[in-house]
């Protein structure tokens, strides 16, 4: 298959992607209902270095680093958990979420590997002041908090738009890499129709919409789940994208980029570089990421050797919708010989 960007860009969707589509328009009548039933999310008070979170079994530890970046530092908000000496996985999460998003997968994996699950810079309780909200130059960033904790050698499991960062990391790092589970992000086919939030985020609207954690979590989870979501998860959810900056921070990156910019960087300059084994991770029924476009062996066939895809019987939020599954994937990729 040829990196040619000058080829048409986008390949037709299907038309039960557009039934899917169809039926996303339908859902949005009923979310008024849905944010009235959502429980009260009174805003959380942010965490300080070393504050401990029980999760099941394990502890995770909330952890505040200042690294290199930005032409000074960036403040980094992380949960670490995990035997110090355990193989390390790096968790980097989507919108509208945060380290949250990984609970489920920490609770799971925490007991015999290294989790460090961070909060992207510009979500969560992360740095959200201006500078470089580039994807390549978050990546830069975050390999420069990683050198500064010692990881030399991690795993990578990426969801929604945490992916694009992660991509470049992985190639940035080359060898440093041990496996990356790529999840629930756009890779080789693209079309417009699939990614109509990239209007919303550069509109003038988007610091005000945003600013509604309550509405924007809910509309997402209404518009793109399959399965059930504990209301629990959907509760932190909105207080962990409710901090104040998040609103103005996260369309940064939207106004830094474009789907179609990372469309280009993955197929001509990306994907060639990554050098471990590359597990799509993906909802089966995310009517905006039809599965056809992971499982085409065209496409498998740009991985590097051991690479594979995984779908989850379950639309965009699996590490919510399906965490059995989840963990289980994870720990039988993570665990490879």
Same mark, same amino acid.
């Given at each position: 298959m ?6 048409h860009p986008? #390949? ?9 589509l169809n039926e996303?328009?339908?859902?949005l009548?009923g979310?008024?209902a849905s944010v009235a !039933?959502?429980?009260?999310t ?8 070393g ?5 099941g079994a394990v502890?995770v530890t909330h ?6 970046? *930005? ?5 980094w908000? @992380? ?6 000496d355990?193989?390390?996985v790096?968790?980097?999460h989507g919108?509208p979420?945060?380290w ?5 997968? %920490?609770?799971?994996l925490g ?6 699950a961070?909060?992207?810079?510009? @979500?969560g309780?992360?740095?959200k002041g #201006?500078?470089d909200?580039?994807?390549?130059g ?5 390999e420069a ?5 010692? /990881? ?5 499991v990426?969801h929604?738009r945490?992916t694009?960062?992660g991509?470049? %990391?992985?190639?940035? =790092?080359g060898?440093r890499? =041990?496996r @990356?589970g ?9 079309h417009?129709?699939l ?6 985020f ?9 600013? *509604?954690? $309550?509405?924007?979590?809910? #509309?997402?989870?209404?518009? =793109? /789940?399959? $399965?059930?979501v504990p209301t629990?998860?959907?509760v932190?959810?909105?207080q962990?994208?409710?901090?104040e900056?998040i609103s /103005?921070a ?8 474009s ?5 280009i960087?993955?197929r &001509?300059?990306?994907?060639p ?15 905006v990421?039809p599965r056809?476009? @992971? &499982?085409?062996p065209?496409v %498998?066939?740009? %991985?590097?050797p051991g690479?594979?895809?995984h ?5 965009h939020?699996?590490?919510?919708e399906?965490p059995?599954?989840t !963990?289980?994937? =994870?720990?039988?990729?993570l665990?490879r010989?």
């Amino acid at each position: 298959m040829r990196h040619d960007t000058t080829a048409h860009p986008y #390949t037709p969707p299907p038309a039960r992607i557009r039934d899917g589509l169809n039926e996303a328009a339908v859902r949005l009548s009923g979310v008024d209902a849905s944010v009235a !039933a959502l429980p009260d999310t009174p805003p959380r008070a942010p965490d300080a270095d070393g504050d401990e979170e029980k999760l099941g079994a394990v502890t995770v530890t909330h952890r505040f680093a200042d690294a290199p970046g *930005d032409g000074g530092t960036v403040r980094w908000h @992380y949960v670490e958990c995990g035997p110090a000496d355990a193989p390390v996985v790096v968790f980097l999460h989507g919108v509208p979420d945060s380290w949250w998003q990984w609970h489920h997968a %920490l609770e799971a994996l925490g007991s015999d590997h290294r989790c460090l699950a961070v909060d992207l810079k510009g @979500y969560g309780q992360s740095e959200k002041g #201006t500078g470089d909200f580039r994807q390549e130059g978050v990546a830069i960033q975050l390999e420069a908090l990683l050198d500064q904790l010692g /990881t030399e050698r991690f795993s990578l499991v990426t969801h929604d738009r945490g992916t694009p960062v992660g991509d470049h %990391l992985v190639a940035r =790092l080359g060898d440093r890499v =041990l496996r @990356y589970g790529r999840g629930q992000q756009h890779l080789w086919h693209l079309h417009p129709d699939l990614h109509p939030q990239e209007a919303m985020f550069v509109s003038p609207d988007a610091p005000a919409m945003l600013a *509604d954690a $309550r509405r924007l979590v809910v #509309t997402a989870y209404t518009l =793109l /789940t399959e $399965r059930g979501v504990p209301t629990s998860d959907l509760v932190r959810t909105v207080q962990e994208f409710g901090y104040e900056g998040i609103s /103005t921070a996260v369309p940064r990156y939207f106004h830094s980029s474009s789907f179609r910019q990372e469309w280009i960087e993955r197929r &001509t300059r990306l994907i060639p570089r990554w050098t471990c084994p590359v597990l799509l991770l993906q909802g089966a029924d995310d009517p905006v990421q039809p599965r056809e476009f @992971y &499982t085409d062996p065209e496409v %498998l066939a740009q %991985l590097p050797p051991g690479s594979g895809v995984h779908l989850f019987d379950s639309g965009h939020f699996w590490p919510f919708e399906a965490p059995e599954e989840t !963990a289980a994937v =994870l720990r039988d990729f993570l665990d490879r010989s």
